[in-house]
């Protein structure tokens, strides 16, 4: 079965240090990977996908197999990172089309 | 076209009862998907349409829900002889199936707003 572990619930930390979601992943295959973001009274949304290697409002995330891990990073935080984040898993590429969710991570940056 | 369309956006609704979801996805969209949030959790998947076949239905979905894609347009998600554990939210997200070129946006999903259900 797969399974999504975010071990944090909640992460504080303050404008301009760096941030680390973290997220690991139980699956024996080879997954699709994604981080979807909740801001304040708005739906949900895709941030960004592994394999489209892009960075999105200064996020990156690597998938790392070795390690079962896709962690969430910026190098600077800003206050309007502030949000809800969710890690998630898609069975292959070309396999199974729903995605698995962690638990998410609620990020606040302080002032 | 404004994306992920969901109706109602909030339901109270007393035990026994009977409640319907709508859910309009993005028109291009092929594939339209339903999940469940609890307060705390991370949405779960409950049951996935390409155009108007169901394709796939969790575990989770017990026989009181039941959902359709008459049209392979909209989406309805019934729950009957609701219990309190139905109380949560209820998403709907859209996709553009195809074959995955990172980039083009396929297979990404759309989600609406949701459904919040309380159930007395």
Known sequence: AQRVTQP???????????????????????????????YSRQRLQLLLRHISRESIKGFT?????????????KPFAQEEDSAMYYCALRPGIQGAQKLVFGQGTRLTINP | DTGVSQDPRHKIT????????????????????????????????????QN????????????????ERPKGSFSTLEIQRTEQGDSAMYLCASSKWGWDRGSSGANVLTFGAGSRLTVL
């Open chain 2, 52 to 67: 108007e076949a169901q394709l796939e239905k969790s575990r989770l979905l017990s026989d009181r829900f039941s959902a």
């Open chain 1, 8 to 38: 944090e619930k909640l992460l504080s930390v303050f404008k301009g240090a760096p941030v680390e979601l973290k997220c690991n992943y139980s699956y024996s295959g080879s997954p699709e990977l994604f981080w979807y973001v909740q």
């Open chain 2, 14 to 49: 007393k035990r026994g009862q009977n409640v319907t979801f709508r859910c309009d996805p993005i028109s291009e969209h092929n594939r339209l998907y339903w999940y469940r949030q609890t307060l705390g959790q991370g949405p779960e998947f409950l049951t996935y349409f």
């Open chain 1, 61 to 73: 995330a690597d998938l790392n197999k070795g390690e079962t891990s896709f962690h969430l990073k």
